[in-house]
């Protein structure tokens, strides 16, 4: 069983919808959890970083963790064909110091005109 | 402010020879990741190191790679007698001491095997 599951989509939405990106995860340990998006062949671009259980906003990005379900989620209001892109979870463990992150394998979105 | 700088962008090696890879953080980032990308999965992590240490390279092989980050000048990821199967992209990360839990990524290395 994979740490994080990610669904790889594709998910194709039409422009100005509302899209729900989500991961689930299998250990506790983790504390940090963040969302990166990837253009094709291009370096991963963090979008959204939040710090156990709770909610982040950023214009027209949200992220949740429930951390009693193991469930992070990243919705995105009035989507935008630039927002055509894999998105990728990620999450790393508290140590104290900085440590690697786990991936989810990529949900692959796109929004059409 | 420059991001992570990765070159080169492109490598392309023959089975047998010898890959090396160079990442330059972010300035005033002294920590480094490398991160290897298979074609259709996630990014998989290889390595964690500051300055001239090791901090964590769970994630190498335990064979013909090898990683360092040197006092002066990028990190360095090695890997030795090519085989097809190391065909990725690679992407090396950098974070800073304050806030150390936030990764910043490079374009990438993509390495084709031949």
């Known amino acids: 069983q994979k740490e994080v599951e990610q669904d790889p989509g594709p998910l194709s939405v039409p422009e100005g919808a509302i899209v729900s990106l989500n991961c689930t995860y299998s250990?506790?340990?983790?504390?940090?959890f963040m969302w990166y998006r990837q253009y094709s062949r291009k370096g991963p671009e963090l979008l959204m970083y939040?710090?156990?259980?709770g909610n982040k906003e950023d214009g027209r990005f949200t992220a949740q963790v429930d951390k009693s379900s193991k469930y992070i989620s990243l919705f995105i209001r009035d989507s935008q064909p630039s927002d055509s892109a894999t998105y990728l979870c990620?999450?790393?463990?508290?140590?104290?110091?900085?440590?690697?992150?786990?991936f989810g394998t990529g949900t692959r979105l796109q929004v059409t005109l | 402010n420059a991001g992570v700088m990765q070159n080169p962008r492109h490598l392309v090696r023959r089975r047998g020879q010898e890959a090396r890879l160079r990442c330059s953080p972010m300035?005033?980032?002294?920590?480094v990741y490398w991160y290897r990308q298979l074609p259709e999965e996630g990014l998989k992590f290889m390595v964690y190191?500051?300055?001239?240490?090791?901090?964590?390279e769970s994630g190498m092989p335990k064979e013909r790679f090898s990683a360092e980050f040197p006092k002066e000048g990028p990190s360095i990821l090695r890997i030795q007698q090519v085989v097809r199967g190391d065909s990725a992209a690679y992407f090396c990360?950098?974070?800073?001491?304050?806030?150390?839990?936030?990764?910043?990524f490079g374009p990438g290395t993509r390495l084709l095997v031949l």
């Open positions: 990360a950098s974070s800073p001491d304050r806030g150390m839990q936030t990764q910043y």
């Open positions: 250990n506790s340990a983790f504390q940090y």
């Open positions: 939040t710090y156990s259980s």
């Open positions: 990620a999450m790393s463990r508290n140590t104290g110091t900085a440590s690697k992150l786990t």
């Open positions: 300035k005033g980032h002294s920590h």
């Open positions: 190191l500051q300055k001239e240490n090791i901090i964590d």
